[in-house]
């Protein structure tokens, strides 16, 4: 998902919970999933390449980090945890199959946009995919002058994350059902949590 649409799920569910500071460490913790040296070697962070599991793993970790500073009084350190973990689970759902598979089973122009389910356990889903990783050829595509000459030439293979991604609007109309479904996670996230964060405010 483009950074500034996770920027902007954390607006409209945290905004109202936290202070425009604390926002801005969550948010930028949150952005900083997607540093190049993230990009590479690490496709647990969004949910790439598959790797449910240890993206799950991931996601518990950051949660453990999260709780232990809350009990010691590290509250920054708990909202960069927070917003981390919140990177990769809204990843999810533009980075793997569930929403694919989801809107082959509806009809879309009669759809609401915040009709699909959430994935509350994904190794629960045998099915599902996320696309593999590629960061030579997602430069290459992106050449100036050059660039769509490698995209007509040598397009993505379909289980490729440049070719499954939902990751904006640009991606067609299933990208509206990605982005309300990590809001609604996100929201479940935050309800998971808001009762410690309370308390150390």
Known sequence: MHPYLHKRILEEVLG???SARELRII???NMMQDRPRNQMGRPYIHFDDSAFAASESYIAAEYAR???ALKTGKRNTALRAFGRLL???QDFYSHSTWI???GDTV???NTPEDAAPLCLDPLQHPELISGKGGIIWFILWRLPFLGKWFRRNYPPATDTHEYLNLDGPEKGPLFIYSYN???RHTIVEWETVKQQFSTTA
Do not use: K, Q, V
């Open 100 to 102: 694919h598979n989801w």
């Open 66 to 68: 999260l709780h232990a």
């Open 87 to 89: 990177h990769t689970r």
């Open 107 to 109: 009809d879309l122009a």
């Open 181 to 183: 479904a990590a809001l």
């Open 27 to 29: 948010s930028w913790a």
């Open 16 to 18: 109202p919970h936290f």
